[in-house]
């Protein structure tokens, strides 16, 4: 495939530097680009002139490499949600037990927010919302899952519970997955922006919030209703 192209009249050294660039470099770089406009703007105000202005290069060429702001946005978001669903795997199927499993999901997105900024705006101005499209969607479908998955690791285990106590630990942990993954990524953004304080103990209370609450909850353990 062919090198990209720079706008008509564009004579200097640094015009002739974007037109030797390979498209997939080019391509690379306009998806960075995208991410941090993403990121900062939001999808809704982020416009393709305003990446197409921050990467120095003609709208035109912009379009040349994503069809639509959607197409670029769906291509940005597949990046993160690949990315950061490898670490989540990788670093919870290493744990047998269930709060290290949590402990590992905690220091993945600590990791995943100081590493990689831009993307982790991106991920809590859009995880929730409609036009966030299928790969951000997907993404807190997987969170849920592992959340899910660890909370019900030694009870699908436990043969003295009968299927009828199976199914409501099941359903019981469903409600609960919004709330853990919900409480998760809104510490790791408070620390981001307290940097004065400590992570280790950042990460400590997030996995004692999760885990402790849940465990006086699976214990029996309830307020009483209002009435």
Known sequence: MTGD???????????????????????????????????????????????????R??????YQHFTSKEDLFARVTEAIVAELTARLNEAVL?????????????RVLFDYAT???????LVIRHLDRP???????????????AFA????????????LSPAALAVNERRAR???????GSMLSMVSWWLEHPGTDREHAEQLAVEFIWLGL????SGERLPRSD
Do not use: C, I, N
Not at 115 to 121: G, V
Not at 133 to 143: N, Q, V
Not at 175 to 181: K, S, T
């Open 57 to 62: 290069v003609s709208k035109a060429l912009l």
């Open 115 to 121: 590493a990689e900024p831009d993307a982790w705006a």
């Open 149 to 160: 998955d660890l909370l019900l690791r030694h009870r699908r285990a436990d043969p003295r």
């Open 5 to 55: 192209h720079a706008p008509d009249g564009a004579g200097d050294a640094a015009a002739g530097a974007r037109r030797r660039m390979p498209h997939a470099r080019r391509r690379e770089q306009l998806l960075r680009v995208a991410l941090a406009e993403f990121g900062r703007r939001g999808y809704h105000q982020a416009q393709m002139e305003h990446v197409a202005t921050a990467a």
């Open 94 to 106: 290493a744990e047998e037990d269930s709060v290290e499993g949590v402990r590992a999901m905690v």
């Open 215 to 218: 465990d006086r909850l699976r």
């Open 131 to 145: 036009e966030a499209g299928l790969g951000l969607r997907e993404l807190r479908d997987r969170l849920g899952t």
């Open 175 to 181: 409600l609960l997955v919004p709330l853990m993954h």
